[in-house]
């Protein structure tokens, strides 16, 4: 399953836009990553302090990523 989904995480004290992705080349075993826009370098979970999707069932799948998520 191709994951690709519209997030905003925290960096700097504001919430930026971001991707959080399975296709990115940084990503192992299915995981996702976070791809900040306008940046190439991916972000995992020990890099990010807190990711916001906007679905649920998405941030489920975050969690068990290991990123702290929050639904919003």
């Known amino acids: 399953?191709?994951?690709?989904?519209?997030?905003?995480?925290?960096?700097?004290?504001?919430?930026?836009?971001?991707?959080?992705t399975n296709e990115h080349s940084e990503s192992s075993y299915g995981q996702p990553v976070v791809v900040i826009d306008g940046e190439k370098r991916a972000r995992k979970p020990g890099q990010v302090f807190c990711i916001r999707v906007s679905d649920f069932e998405m941030a489920d799948l975050d969690r068990r990523a290991g990123y702290l998520a929050l639904k919003g």
């Open 1 to 20: 399953m191709i994951v690709r989904i519209k997030a905003k995480i925290e960096h700097g004290g504001k919430y930026v836009p971001a991707i959080l």
